[in-house]
């Protein structure tokens, strides 16, 4: 083996050791996430649109917790593809993952599409309390009706809603 490639070597190994190093730290300060990833879950279920093709979201409006862990059962029974979009909402949520058919994807997740007779599941732990809006993003469906609210409420001001 040349001297250069001997040396770029062992570089490339020392270089790795260091971006482990790093991811190490990272997952370290992530303690309180992997509590949240334990933490015990509530299903929520959600049909966007219907077996007859009207343009809702049924339910159209959520209450969750802050602090909780949530796992979203999107489900799409009707004959068009449809989003669950909520820019605002994905932004104050910590997303564990997203899970479909054979697929997990982890990390933040801004919308999510749904052909015909799709499912997936949403696992997340919302974090700011808020009031968000939820539409789908397919053009005229919002306008037509495909909208709804997601909120978020503080743990302390939710005792009385489980
Ligand atoms: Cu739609």
């Given amino acids: 083996m040349s001297r250069f490639l001997h040396w770029l070597i062992v570089g490339l190994v020392t270089m790795n050791a260091w971006l482990f190093g790093i991811q190490g730290a990272i997952a ?12 015990p879950i509530v299903d929520v279920r959600v049909s966007l649109g219907n077996r007859t093709n009207d343009l809702i979201f049924e339910p159209s409006d959520f209450t969750f917790v802050a602090g909780k862990r949530y796992r979203l059962i999107l489900k799409n029974p009707s004959a068009v593809k449809h989003y669950f979009t909520s820019k605002d909402f994905a932004d104050s949520i910590w997303t564990q ?5 054979k697929v997990e994807v982890k990390g933040a997740i801004h919308e999510v599409e749904l052909k015909p007779q799709a499912v997936a599941e949403w696992v ?10 939820l539409h789908c993003s ?16 503080s743990s302390a001001k939710s005792s009385s809603n489980g």
């Fill in 28 to 39: 370290d300060s992530l303690d309180g996430v992997d509590l949240f990833s334990e933490a």
């Fill in 124 to 133: 997340f732990v919302p974090i700011k309390p808020g009031s968000y809006e």
């Fill in 97 to 101: 993952k997203v899970e479909a058919g």
């Fill in 138 to 153: 397919i053009p005229g469906h919002a306008q037509a009706g495909m909208v709804g609210r997601l909120q978020v409420v």
